[in-house]
């Protein structure tokens, strides 16, 4: 995640704007099914269906005062895998899916985040469930928050049913507050520099992913030198800066071992330290290959999501 911050930093200087939020939620837990109407003067904005068993089918109505928006949500878990298929029915009868999964195979249940920018703890969970954002305007469906884009759509309705018991959260604003919403930018929904990265981070891939063809491999082949570089970045830190005198003595333990152990009986002194010298210069030369290595393709990763930005500037 560090490393992502940089990545996404070296490319944006964002201000995060703090806002005095006003809101007000409304909480009732282990339910089969919900039907609330919030107070006058006031407006729904999000949506939370929390803990939620794995293999459900959910239904939630949110009624836009008169326009009513449908949000399927089928869920099935094996093996680890968690596959959600995420459906929306507009008022108009036109409707959108997004079928995505992960692989979460100590998570217990399903957190669903309907039009989510209202931060939370979420590190808490310490990955014990699956979080599922899910935009309306447009629709979006990911496993992170990437916070709102388009419009803020309220409702003064919200039904929700599943066949797991669930747990719901309303969250509704007077009409000051959302009017603050909707002239917020979109860093006034994110209370920390990481919810910030995530969504950047989040959007970056979305965009590759579009590619035609070879978007996903794409995709994927970033977020795996990201896996790759963060690990040698911590490593490095951990043997290298933080356990220094220990890694030292470490490898110079393993280093006159091999070397007593390649030496022959009939061998002089000179033999040895030629051999101590040799694996000093290779270990070298391994550990530098790898900083190298590292540092280019951190570098490449930059250049190339630059390039997108600058790609996309004119539209």
């Known amino acids: 995640m560090k490393l992502r911050c940089i990545v996404v930093c070296s490319l944006l200087f964002l201000c995060i704007v703090s806002i005095a939020s006003a809101e007000e939620t409304y909480e009732k837990d282990n339910l089969l099914y919900v039907d609330y109407e919030v107070p006058n003067d006031y407006y729904i904005v999000s949506v939370n ?95 992170e928050n990437i916070g709102l884009f388009g419009e803020v759509v309220v409702f003064d309705n919200v039904q929700s049913s599943c066949d797991n018991y669930f747990d719901i959260k309303v969250t509704y604003v007077d009409a000051e507050e959302y009017e603050e919403i909707q002239g917020s930018s979109i860093t006034d929904y994110f209370s920390s520099f990481d919810e910030l990265f995530s969504w950047a981070w989040s959007s970056i891939l979305s965009f590759v992913e579009k590619v035609p063809g070879v978007g996903p491999y794409l995709s994927d082949s970033l977020e795996i030198s990201v896996l790759i570089i963060d690990d040698v970045f911590f490593y490095f830190n951990l043997f290298f800066v933080e356990y220094l005198e220990t890694t030292i003595l470490t490898i110079e333990f393993f280093i006159l071992s091999a070397s007593i152990i390649k030496t022959q009986k009939d061998d002089n ?32 990763i930059i250049k190339m999501i630059a390039a997108m930005v600058s790609s996309i500037k004119p539209l």
């Open 49 to 143: 269906l929390d803990n939620i068993d794995a293999n459900f089918n959910s239904t939630t109505v949110l009624d836009a005062f008169g326009k009513e928006y449908f949000i399927y949500v089928n869920n099935t878990k094996s093996r680890g895998w968690w596959v959600y298929d995420v459906t929306l029915v507009y008022p108009n009868g036109t409707s959108e899916s997004y079928t995505i999964s992960d692989l979460q195979p100590i998570a217990f249940d399903t957190d669903i985040k309907i039009q989510y920018y209202y931060s939370e703890a979420s590190a808490s969970d310490f990955n014990l469930d699956v979080d599922v954002y899910v935009g309306i305007l447009p629709l979006s469906a990911t496993f």
């Open 269 to 300: 002194i000179f033999v040895i330290i030629d051999t101590i010298l040799s694996t000093h210069k290779n270990v070298i030369e391994f550990v530098f290959k790898i900083a190298v290595g590292s540092v280019s393709i951190f570098i490449d």
